[in-house]
C-alpha cells in the first residue's frame, strides 16, 4: 500500500490547492495565499516557534505512487482565545404550559455563547472524492492520526476536544439556517460573512441578537438543518461517536451545523494508543487488527496503516511495507488501533 500520512510542509501548496478545490470549506478554501498562510502556520506549529495556544497543525494524506495529495485533517491548539473568541449558539428547552387552555409547548431556545479560552479543535478533514471508500482507509486514517499527535503532546492541547460538523446545504451552497437568522442581523451573504470571521468575529457580537431566540420563529426549513450534518459528512460523524464524541447541544451560529466533543482521556484512539520499539521482520504470525503506525523521520512526523505483530515491546513490521516512510530499525514508533 503506497498511501501514508505526513506532516504538511510549504511544498504542499499545489496539492493542496487541487484538492481543496474538490470542496467548499472556509476553513481549507481553494485560495492559494489562504492555504500558504495556513502551510506556514502549520511549519512553524510543527517546529514549535510559535506560542502553544497559537499552534495548528496540518496533516496531509499522500499517494506515493503519485506523489499527490489525497487528504487532510487539522488540530488547532485552542479554539477561542482573548482575541479571536470561540462563538456558538447554545440549545436549551423551555416548557410554556396555559392552565387556562390547558395546552403546553416545549421550545428550543439558541443562547448565544463565548469561549476565550476555548477546547483544542480538530477541523479540516477532507478526502480525494476518487479516494474514498477504498481498502486503505484514507479518511480513517487522516482522521486518527490527529488523536495520535495528541497522544504524544497532551500538555499542548486542552483537556477539552471539539469539532465542528459540515451541515446540509442547498444546491445552490446556501445555508438555510444563516438565511432565516444570520442575514437578517448582518446583511451579508453566509461565504462572506464566514470568511471575515476567521479573521475578526467582532462584528458577530456587535449584530447577533444577545437575547435568546425561540427556533420556533424561524422558517421550518432552517429548524430541520440544526444540529444535523451533509451526507458527506456522516461517516465523519459516526467515527466520531465511534471513538467517544458527543453531541453538545451546541451549533455553529452561522451555519446551525453541530458541535460534537469529548475529553482527551476518554477517547479511544487516545486511550489505546501505546508506544513501542520497531523491529524488521519478514515472515510474521498472529498478526493483530490493522492499527496505525507513526514515527519521526529526521523531525518529521509520520504515519501509514499497517497489520504488524506485536512481541513485547516490540513491533514488528516487513521493512517493505514502511519503506516510503524511511523508519529505522530500533526506532520508538506510535499505534492507535482502527476499529474498536
Request: glycine content about 8%; aromatic content about 10%.
Amino acid at each position: 500500500m503506497s498511501i501514508f500520512i505526513r506532516q504538511s510542509n510549504l511544498s504542499d501548496s499545489d496539492g493542496l490547492f487541487d484538492l481543496a478545490k474538490q470542496f467548499t470549506l472556509l476553513n481549507l478554501p481553494a485560495d492559494k495565499n489562504v492555504l500558504n498562510e495556513i502551510l506556514e502556520l502549520s511549519e512553524n506549529s510543527f517546529k514549535g516557534n510559535i506560542d502553544e495556544k497559537e499552534r495548528e497543525y496540518l496533516f496531509v494524506a499522500e499517494d506515493a505512487e503519485t506523489n499527490k495529495v489525497i487528504g487532510a485533517s487539522k488540530i488547532c491548539a485552542r479554539h477561542g482565545s482573548e482575541d479571536n473568541p470561540h462563538l456558538y449558539y447554545k440549545i436549551t428547552k423551555k416548557e410554556k404550559f396555559s392552565s387556562d387552555l390547558g395546552i403546553g409547548f416545549i421550545h428550543q431556545v439558541l443562547n448565544f455563547k463565548e469561549d476565550f479560552d476555548g477546547p483544542t479543535e480538530l477541523g479540516g478533514l477532507i478526502v480525494d472524492k476518487s479516494y474514498r471508500k477504498r481498502p486503505e482507509k484514507v479518511g480513517k486514517s487522516i482522521s486518527l492520526v490527529r488523536f495520535m499527535y495528541i497522544a504524544l503532546n497532551s500538555e499542548i492541547f486542552s483537556k477539552n476536544l471539539h469539532c465542528e460538523l459540515a451541515p446540509p446545504l442547498t444546491s445552490e451552497g446556501r445555508s438555510e439556517f444563516w438565511e432565516a437568522l444570520g442575514r437578517r442581523f448582518t446583511g451579508m451573504p453566509y461565504e462572506e460573512a464566514d470568511r471575515l470571521c476567521q479573521k475578526n468575529k467582532g462584528f458577530i457580537k456587535s449584530l447577533f441578537p444577545g437575547d435568546e431566540i425561540y427556533m420556533t420563529l424561524l422558517e421550518s426549513s432552517a429548524r430541520l438543518v440544526v444540529g444535523e450534518v451533509s451526507n458527506e459528512t456522516k461517516p465523519a460523524r459516526a467515527l466520531l461517536e465511534q471513538i467517544g464524541f458527543k453531541y453538545k447541544d451546541e451549533i455553529d451560529p452561522f451555519d446551525g451545523g453541530p458541535h460534537y466533543g469529548a475529553l482527551q482521556d476518554d477517547v479511544l484512539p487516545i486511550k489505546y494508543f501505546a508506544k513501542y520499539k520497531l523491529k524488521f521482520g519478514k515472515k510474521l504470525d498472529q498478526l493483530v487488527k490493522p492499527l496505525l503506525v507513526g514515527g519521526f523521520v529526521d523531525g518529521c512526523f509520520k504515519a501509514k496503516v499497517c497489520t504488524p505483530q506485536v512481541d513485547g515491546n516490540n513491533l514488528i513490521l516487513n521493512s517493505n511495507i514502511i519503506s516510503n516512510l524511511n523508519f529505522s530499525e530500533g526506532q520508538e514508533v506510535y499505534t492507535v488501533p482502527l476499529y474498536y
